[in-house]
Structures are given as C-alpha cells and as structure tokens.
C-alpha cells in the first residue's frame, strides 16, 4: 500500500448526504475481475449522460455538464469534501477502488458509514471526521475560491486552511501507523521477511523435496 | 508430557513467528490456484508492485468456469460461450504467465479440479501445509497435510510472503472402528458423520479422522471424507500418513524421487497423533451401523438412511429445527413422512471434488453397465475430476460403459456441483448428485439436490428414484 504522509490537493464537492455505494461505482462493475480500473466508472450515472457498462472507453463517452466532478475547476483534485453519511449501502469494497484509482487519497465529511470506513483504509484512502460546521466552513470557502486546496498533515493530525488555520482530526493509533508506513496485512507480515527467510532456510534443509520444482 | 496430535505436529512444524496476541505465523508449503478467487488477488499484488514470494509454491488450473461439453471445450478458452466465464479463464491464464506460476490450462490433459489435480501430481504431499481460494482445500489432508480453504486475501498474502496469520484451532477426532458392511462407501461414513454431529460439530477444530475404517480406505476414499470436513463445520480434516498413503504418492510427478524419496518417507512416518496425544473433542462411530445415505433437505446434516423416512416437522419439539424441517421440505417438495426410496429423480450428476476420481468413475461404472438410465431421468451428468481421470477411465473403457447405459460422458469441470458453468438444474428438479452441498440453489435456481455416493448415483439413475444399491448389486 502506499505510504501517507501530507496531501496538499484541490479539493472537489460532492454536496449532498447519504451518498451511498451503489451510488459510487454502480452494480454492473461488480463484475469486473479486477481491482482497479473503477475509477473512469466512478459516480457513473451521476457523471455520464449515457448507461455505462463495463469495458466502455469512456474518452468518448458524454459527460453531465452539471456534475461538479466534471468540472474542469475540479480536475486533479485529490480531497473529496462530502455530506453525513458518505458510503452508506452496499460493502462493496469497489467503491473506495474507485475512489482511489480516481485520484483521491483524502475524504473529509461530518460522517462516514462504517463499511465503507473500515474499507478505506485498506486502500490508501484516508476518510476524515470533521464537525459539521467546519465542513460547511470548507464548502463555502471551496465555492469561492477557484483552486482552492487543504493539506492534510496525518503525522500531526491536521488539515490545514489556505489562510493557515489548523482543524484537529482524530484517527486511530493502528490505522494511523498502517497508513503512515503503507502497511496492510500483507505489508505487516514483510516486516518479518526476516524470520520468514530463516524459517525458510531452515524450513528447506529439514525437507528439501518441498523446494523441489517439479518435474 | 502429553504426546502431540497430527495436527499439533503439522502445526509446530510451520510456525514462523508466535506472537504475543496468540497468533501465528504459519509457513505454506503449496498453494493451489484457480480462476475465480485469484484475480483480485493477483491485481493485488500487481498494484503493490509485489511479486509471489515462491511461484514455485503455487500451482494453477482453471476448474469453477469451465465447461463440460466437448464441443464448446475443443474451442479452449475462446471457445467458453459466455463472457464473464471466459474471461475469468483468460484471466488466469494470463496472470499466471506475468507472475510465473505453473498452470494446466483448460486444455492440458493435466488439468482439472484443483483437489483432483494436487494429489495426482504429487503437488500436495503429506506434511504440507496447503492453501487454496476454495473451502474443500481439506481434501488434501487425505495425505497427511494440513490443509484449509482461504478468501482472495489470504489468497493475495500467501502469495506475497507465503505465509498466513492464523490461530491455533483445537483437535477433534472422529474413530470410526469396526468394519463397512459390504457396499457401504467413503461417502456415505462421511455423511453419517455429518448427520450425527452436524454441520457445525467441527467448528473451530481441526479434525483428524481416525480407526479401522480410515486405515483399511483408499487414498481416494480417505479424499472423499476429509473433502467433507468443512460441510462438518471444520476447516481442516486429515488423516494420519501410513503405507497406503505412501503408495499413492510414489511415483507422482511432483513427488520426491530417489534419496529425497527416502529422506521425506522417514519424515512422513512420524506425521499421526502420538499414542498418548489428547484430543479436545473425541467423537466415535461404529462403522457396522453406517448404511447407503440420501440427504433429503438443504443442509449437509439433513440426511437418512436409504431405508428410512423424510422427517416430519412434528418429530422434534425444538421450534427452531422443525422450522428448518419445514422450510426444507417446501423447497425439496417432499412431505414428511415418505420413504427416501420414493423420491423421484430428474437429473443424475456423477462429479465434483468429493467424487470424481478413478475409484468413484469405476464403481459408479460397475452399478449402470448393461443397464439403462430409466426414461424419467431427463440427464445423467458423468464430469471425471481431470483430464487424466478421463483418459484413464476411457482406457478402461468406463466411458462406454456410461454412454451405452444413457449416461452424459464429459469434460473435467466443477460443472453441476455449482453450476458456474451451463450444466445447472431447472426450477424443481431433484438430482441425485455426488457433490457436497446441497444448499438451496447451490445447482441451478430452484433446483433440489440430495447429496449420495456414486454407487447411490449411479443406481438411481437406472431406478429413476433411489434405491438401495445393495440390493441392486446383490450385496
């Protein structure tokens, strides 16, 4: 997973409450065999005036002009700035897939479902609980300000405004050093690459048929 | 000091790391690969920029998608009529060329059921611990490894550090002593076990099926009922390495030849449960009770002796077990009450990972041959377990025997057991399948399966509705 330290990025509105999963990455990419590649479908119906299936190129695809991520004030960006409730719904780890291979690494917002939470931090996304009137502070100076960009400083736990004003954002100690160092599962067991390489060793002198390729 | 369990000795053996919060980390000597429980994993690691700690420690076959019919299997993969399935084919194929990872690809006379294929290359042996994206990865234990099903993430962390985080689980033994009566086969012990401790009897142990019965079984025998441990809620089922397990795995292509032969062999006479070993739980069977078994209902544990009744609701007092009795019998179509021998059938399917190797094609052959599959049996599915199975039952002439008899003779496939490819059950029709599950929907939407062995099979194709096929073979 990669490694979190500060994000200083444009940030991008999606304005409304209970923004569900379906919502993010409709049911028909479920299919895909992949991992990535969500993110051209991400908030597809919201985004394209079409109906998109999987393995659409969407270069040509017609876009809703009136989706904020469409425009161009909005591209680039890397903080998603939502409402209550983001990622409510279905599990569906494909969500913050496409979050993610959409270029965002941050989500700030009153709340969060608890899912879609949890699958966040699987992915390198970080979601941030803010208070309700600091969001809606962060709204309104984001409507305002054409570029407007925060940076988000996860060793000191802050995301800092233009005007250099720091808002404090909790985060758990385990979830904060996994992401801080790249960690996943898989990530924290190479920390003992080296005991495994010795096991191994050891492993292979004891029954040296089981490192034996084959016929 | 007690002595140690099978399991316990696997165990100890593997441990990389104890950690102070009680688990593990556990080295994995094989994983098994196929094409529906590996793609995310493989993008995984693709993602990560990582590669497979050992390719060499893994093994690929696509099984789940494949399908069965001759004419749209010599096409290869891009012959596989739907979409999703072919792709899924493509993308394993194409996954294992990137990382490395050996592969029989849909094609290759090696190819077939992951859990046909591993033991009959000698790629799973006694005193590994193997993994696979697929819950009857327990099938392997038949050899005296230690072996359990895993989702796509443990899929993708095995392949990056070949190894996994586990909890010790607690031992469980299940003696079967005495002798089978005549025509009594692996299948039905294993779900006679099932019906007496249940379908969650096993959870959270690893099971070790010992006694009289497992030591006189075949290797493949010894498959069909470690295969089945997890429909007794266990993850892991073995049995303890002997001389018939070293019989079997001489001479397999992936087994240790010459000096490393002798060097493993004295390793692998050491992997049962010491005389003094204790067990947490202790289950025993008398194997001269056992009879043929037909699952009558939507779990593994629902099942009756071929002589015996479909339950009615009001035989039990618990509120919850007659509700599931009779949300059963609503969706099997069947009333409490009547002879297991009076259900009729539509569809006989003789396959998947419990029963399609040699020994269960042979007897299922024995059963039909110069006999014909009654008229109100609309299919009669034989899907042998790998491409070498086939071969080898066609050189015994097994496929003629099945096709003469008005059997389906196939491609090896997962094919009907869970229908992912096309050979799935219409709405309401009964099939007397050797598979394992016999969830609802499990073959095809509406479908209703009853789980028997390939003796029962075979004889209730000829009947149309299941008999005893003792009587029919005269035992």
């Known amino acids: 997973m990669k490694k979190f330290t500060t994000v200083e990025g444009v940030v991008a509105p999606i304005d409304r409450a209970n923004v569900d999963t379906d919502m993010i990455i409709p049911k028909q990419f479920l299919k895909s065999i992949k991992r990535s590649g969500f993110g051209p479908f991400l908030f597809d119906e919201q985004r394209y005036l079409d109906v998109g299936e999987p393995g659409m190129d969407c270069s040509d695809r017609p876009l809703n002009p009136d989706f904020p991520l469409n425009f161009p004030r909005y591209q680039g960006a890397e903080i998603l700035l939502a409402r209550d409730n983001f990622g409510c719904g279905s599990s569906r780890e494909h969500a913050p897939w496409a979050i993610e291979d959409s270029g965002f690494r941050v989500l700030i917002a009153p709340s969060f479902a608890d899912i879609f939470f949890n699958n966040c931090f699987k992915n390198a996304l970080l979601p941030i609980v803010l208070k309700e009137d600091i969001v809606d502070l962060l709204f309104e100076e984001m409507y305002q300000e054409e570029g407007y960009s925060l940076t988000v400083d996860l060793a000191r736990q802050v995301v800092v405004r233009p005007n250099g004003e720091e808002v404090l954002f909790e985060i758990d100690e385990f979830r904060k050093h996994c992401l801080v160092n790249g960690l996943d599962d898989i990530g924290l067991t190479l920390q003992d690459a080296d005991a495994i390489r010795e096991f191994e060793q050891s492993w292979q002198q004891r029954s040296p048929w089981l490192f034996n390729a084959g016929p | ?475």
């Open chain 2, 1 to 475: 000091m007690a002595g140690k369990t099978l399991y316990d000795k696997l165990w100890d053996a593997h441990v990389v790391k104890q950690r102070k919060d009680g688990t593990a980390l556990i080295y994995i000597d094989r994983q098994l690969v196929h094409e529906v429980t590996s793609p995310q994993a493989f993008e995984g690691l693709r993602i990560a920029g990582r590669k497979l700690w050992r390719a060499d420690a893994n093994l690929a076959t696509p099984d789940h998608n494949v399908p069965s019919l001759k004419s749209e299997r010599d096409g290869g993969v891009a012959g596989i009529v739907e979409d999703v399935s072919r792709i899924q084919v493509e993308t394993l194929d194409d996954n294992c060329d990137e990382f490395g990872v050996t592969e029989f690809e849909i094609n290759d006379i090696r190819q077939g059921i992951v859990h046909v294929v591993g033991p009959e290359q000698g790629a799973t042996l006694p005193g590994m611990t193997v993994v696979c994206g697929d819950s009857h990865t327990a099938t392997h234990g038949a050899l005296g490894a230690l072996a359990h099903g895993i989702g796509t993430s443990e899929v993708e962390h095995a392949m990056a550090t070949q190894c996994l985080i586990q909890k010790k689980m607690k031992n469980m033994l299940i003696r079967v002593d005495g002798t089978l009566r005549p025509g009594i086969t692996p299948k039905d012990v294993i779900l006679a076990i099932i019906g007496k401790i249940g379908t969650a009897g096993g959870t959270g142990h690893a099971i070790e099926f010992g006694g009289s019965v497992f030591r006189e079984m075949s290797i493949e025998g010894r498959m069909t009922v470690c295969n089945m441990a997890i429909e007794a809620g266990a993850l892991v089922g073995m049995v303890a390495v002997d001389q018939t397990t070293l019989d079997y795995v001489e001479g397999r292509p992936y087994a240790p030849k010459a000096e490393l032969w002798a060097q493993a062999v004295n390793y692998w006479r050491t992997l049962r449960s010491d005389d003094d070993a204790s067990f947490d739980t202790i289950v025993e069977v008398d194997a001269e009770t056992i009879v043929p078994q037909v699952t009558w209902g939507n779990s593994p544990e629902m099942v009756a002796a071929i002589d015996g009744v479909v339950p009615s609701p009001e035989t039990t007092s618990d509120p919850a077990k007659r509700a599931a009795i009779e949300r059963a019998l609503e969706y099997m179509g069947l009333t409490g009450g009547m002879a297991i021998t009076d259900i009729q059938l539509d569809c006989v399917f003789i396959g998947s990972c419990t029963n399609s190797r040699i020994e269960d094609l042979r007897a299922a052959a024995a059963v039909v041959k110069g006999k014909t599959k009654a008229a109100s049996v609309k299919r009669a599915l034989v899907v042998p377990g790998s491409g070498l199975v086939k071969a080898q039952a066609e050189r015994e002439g097994l496929d003629k025997i099945f096709v003469d008899a008005g059997l389906e003779w196939r491609e090896p496939s997962c094919s009907m057991c869970l229908a992912m490819n096309s050979d799935k059950l219409g709405d309401g029709e009964h099939c007397a399948s050797t598979s394992n599950r016999n969830f609802e929907g499990r073959q095809g939407f509406g479908g209703r399966t009853h789980l028997v062995s390939p003796e029962m099979a075979a004889a209730a194709a000829i009947a149309g509705h299941f008999v005893d096929v003792r009587d029919v073979m005269g035992l």
